[in-house]
């Protein structure tokens, strides 16, 4: 009965090297997040989409992108990540529209060596 | 923007003492205001929120209370336990259609 699911759990990728991360959810929530959590900070949101449209923050780096080729799917893809990007990624849906809960998902540890 | 303040940053109690955690917001307009609570490790889990038309709710040991006037919201826990050992964020919304913006945090310790 998970609802959001994130894959992989953990991730651990070179210097620069791509890494995908995966989010997917049974909730049929018409809005999902992409947040960056490091340390017991709040997380940080990366970008979102509101079904289909596509909303970067203004600090979001470059070389992190989405896409989101369906309701239930959305991705997380690094061109080429650096020692500082070594964090938990954290996906996130709501029902929009409406003052309505967030669900996070349980997040994929990525670790850049 | 929406811009929301959390305080303290940490917080240490006895354990059946109670633990209060304030946070400020600055869009009026804001009218859903959250609670999370994120272990270590684990993703946030809401533990209770409020709307704008309301000024207390309760669920069981955690309360959290809403002064619109003030800008202010507050969560209350009582007779807190070792379990309730978490860093707990806070957020608001303006609209069903923006993010979620969170507060910065607060480490609850627990003290057996």
């Known amino acids: 009965d998970a609802m959001v699911i994130q894959n992989p759990r953990y991730q651990v990728t070179q210097f620069g090297k791509p890494v995908t991360l995966s989010c997917s959810q049974t909730?049929?929530?018409?809005?999902m997040y992409w947040y960056q959590q490091k340390s017991s900070q709040a997380p940080k949101l990366l970008f979102h989409?509101?079904?289909?449209?596509?909303?970067n923050e203004a600090d979001t780096p470059d070389n992190f992108q989405s896409r989101r080729p369906n309701t239930s799917f959305c991705f997380l893809d690094i061109r080429s990540p650096g020692l500082g990007d070594t964090a938990m990624y954290l996906c996130?849906?709501?029902?929009?529209?409406?003052?309505?809960?967030?669900?996070f998902g349980p997040g994929t540890r990525l670790t850049v060596l | 923007g929406e811009n929301v303040e959390q305080h303290p940053s940490t917080l240490s109690v006895q354990e059946g003492d109670s633990a209060v955690i304030k946070c400020t917001y600055s869009?009026?307009?804001?009218?859903?205001f959250p609670w999370y609570k994120q272990e270590l490790g684990k993703r946030p889990q809401l533990i209770i929120d409020?709307?704008?038309?309301?000024g207390e709710k309760k669920d069981q040991r955690i309360a959290v209370t809403l002064n619109k006037t003030a800008k202010h919201f507050s969560l209350h826990i009582t007779e807190t336990q070792p379990e309730d050992s978490a860093v707990y964020f806070c957020?608001?919304?303006?609209?069903?259609?923006?993010?979620?913006?969170f507060g910065k945090g607060t480490r609850l310790s627990v003290i057996a």
């Open positions: 869009d009026s307009a804001s009218n859903y």
């Open positions: 909730l049929n929530h018409n809005v």
């Open positions: 957020a608001a919304l303006s609209s069903g259609n923006t993010p979620l913006v």
């Open positions: 989409y509101y079904d289909k449209d596509f909303n």
């Open positions: 409020i709307r704008s038309n309301v």
């Open positions: 996130a849906t709501r029902l929009g529209g409406g003052l309505n809960e967030q669900f």
